[in-house]
């Protein structure tokens, strides 16, 4: 699989997936999360848990190696309902369709106790 857990990337700097939990997929961890959303559902995760067969993740999958321009993606994505289980802060990006001027796909999320003044 194409899909390295040993370089240091965008996940690696992310604080985002630890902050999140899956609902509908308690036993996802923040890797298989990530791996989930970055390959649009190709891979479900880095190894089996309660929502994804272990021939649809990178530890043991046959399949095709994953297109880094989601080529092989599927068309259509299910996706987690995340929840956050701590606050802080998140700066997202979205690099698909972005030309830095016109489109640009970014933001901030502060996530804050419950019951908290904003």
């Not at 923040?30 to 021939?55: E, M, R, V």
């Not at 987690?80 to 640009?104: I, P, Q």
Request: with cysteine; aromatic share 12%; glycine share 8%.
């Amino acid at each position: 699989a194409v899909v390295s857990t040993q370089s240091t990337g965008p996940y690696e700097n992310s604080t985002f997936w630890d902050m999140v939990e899956s609902v509908n997929f308690p036993g996802a961890t923040a890797l298989d999360l990530a791996i989930d959303h970055a390959t649009s559902g190709y891979y479900c995760g880095y190894k089996s848990h309660s929502g994804c067969q272990a021939a649809n993740t990178v530890s043991a999958s046959t399949k095709e190696d994953f297109n880094q321009q989601l080529n092989n993606a599927p068309a259509s994505f299910f996706g987690h309902v995340l929840r956050f289980k701590k606050s802080g802060t998140c700066v997202y990006m979205c690099s698909r369709n972005n030309n830095f001027t016109n489109r640009s796909q970014k933001g901030v999320l502060w996530v804050k106790p419950a019951g908290s003044q904003a």
